[in-house]
Structures are given as C-alpha cells and as structure tokens.
Antibody, heavy 116, light 107 residues
Framework: EVQLVESGGGLVKPGSSLKLSCVAS????????MHWIRQAPKKGLEWIAL????????YYADSVKGRFTISRDNSKNTLYLEMNSLRSEDTAMYYC?????????WGQGVMVTVSS | DIQMTQSPSSLPASLGDRVTITCRAS??????LRWFQQKPGKSPRLMIY???NLAAGVPSRFSGSRSGSDYSLTINSLESEDMAIYYC?????????FGAGTKLELK
C-alpha cells in the first residue's frame, strides 16, 4: 500500500524558513517523480513543484520559484520542500503526491502557517 | 501558463440527478487531464485520468469526456457520498494547473 507521510509544518514568522519532509513507503520511491501541492485555507489546490525520480529535473510554480527548493533522498525514501522567505500567502496545507499513469496518491498533508 | 477555467463554481443538485462539471483549457493539453474529488478535511482522490479513464475503485456512475478544449466530468444518478469539491488538473506542461473547483452540494 502506497503511503506518503508529511511532517515539518508549523507556525512561523514572515521572512523565515521551514523544511517539509515526506516519507514514502509501499512503492519503489527511486523510480517515481514526486510533487508538492498546496491548499490555502478554504481555497483551491495549487501545484507548486515536481522533482524527477533521479533529481535530474525540477519544476516550480511561479509563485514559489526562487524561494522554494524541492529535493529528495532516495536512500531514505524521503521528499523535501525547503521554503525560504516565507510570506503570509504561503499559509496552506502542503501535500506531497505521486502520480502514475492511472493512479494518484496523496499524503494527509501538513499545515504551514506564516504569521507575525 | 495554461489556464483551466472550471464551471460552475457551485452546483446544487438532488440525489439521483445527472450532473456535469466542465474545465476549459486555454491551450492544447491533449488528454493530459485528471479529475480529483475532495471531501472536507481529506486529501484529494483521483477519479478520472487521461480525460476519460476511470481510476481504480471509482464507481461507474462517474465518467469523463472531451470535446475540443472542453473537458467534462459527469456523474450519473447522484448519491449522497458524491457531495464534495471536484477539481480538474492539466499535466500536459509545467507548471501544472488546477481548475478553481466545483462544490457539489445537495439542493
């Protein structure tokens, strides 16, 4: 069974940094690209980043480009999202996700609140 | 970036109804279109992939279709468990983009 478990969220002040983790199990993590997707309170879904299975390519939404960095450690089956220069508009539930041809798997999400 | 214009934003319906939600893509996305269902406090669930293919475990009353740049999710014979927010997602090019969502609720 595919499981994705995010952690590392919390309450931080504007301008600060935070690093999220997503531990994967139930599949060969090193064979799949992985995504981060977020959802602000009472708002819709926003795709924010993708990393290829071998870290060879990374893509970002314009809203986070230059501030957020996606990375992975295949030896630890773990996906990361390093978030710098956080803003109030980054307040959201952050999900890691794995999309395959006919499947879509999401973690339970981790909340990040940016507030002074 | 590709814009996904989703309509309606809210859809009141009765049990047993047939309902349709639509996403229009601002550029060609082929069949790289997925539909997700999200219930309150839960992570999204994949319903349709490749514009028309039913994901595993999804009831057959759900279906997806495409007409040009318009992509539709149809639910036949609505059941209470279908009340949720539905999102489309284009994954033809980066950045991937979601529609704004459709809240399906009981009339």
């Amino acid at each position: 069974e595919v499981q994705l478990v995010e952690s590392g969220g919390g309450l931080v002040k504007p301008g600060s940094s935070l690093k999220l983790s997503c531990v994967a199990s139930g599949f060969t993590f090193s064979s799949y690209g992985m995504h981060w997707i977020r959802q602000a309170p009472k708002k819709g879904l926003e795709w924010i980043a993708l990393i290829y299975y071998d870290s060879s390519n990374k893509y970002y939404a314009d809203s986070v480009k230059g501030r957020f960095t996606i990375s992975r450690d295949n030896s630890k089956n773990t996906l990361y999202l390093e978030m710098n220069s956080l803003r109030s508009e980054d307040t959201a539930m952050y999900y890691c996700a794995k999309f395959t041809h006919g499947g879509g798997y999401w973690g339970q999400g981790v909340m990040v609140t940016v507030s002074s | 970036d590709i814009q996904m214009t989703q309509s309606p934003s809210s859809l009141p319906a009765s049990l047993g109804d047939r309902v349709t939600i639509t996403c229009r893509a601002s550029q060609d996305i082929g069949n790289y279109l997925r539909w997700f269902q999200q219930k309150p406090g839960k992570s999204p669930r994949l319903m349709i992939y490749g514009a028309t293919n039913l994901a595993a475990g999804v009831p057959s009353r759900f279906s997806g279709s495409r007409s040009g740049s318009d992509y539709s999710l149809t639910i036949n014979s609505l059941e209470s468990e279908d009340m949720a927010i539905y999102y489309c997602l284009q994954h033809n090019e980066y950045p991937y983009t979601f529609g704004a969502g459709t809240k399906l609720e009981l009339k």
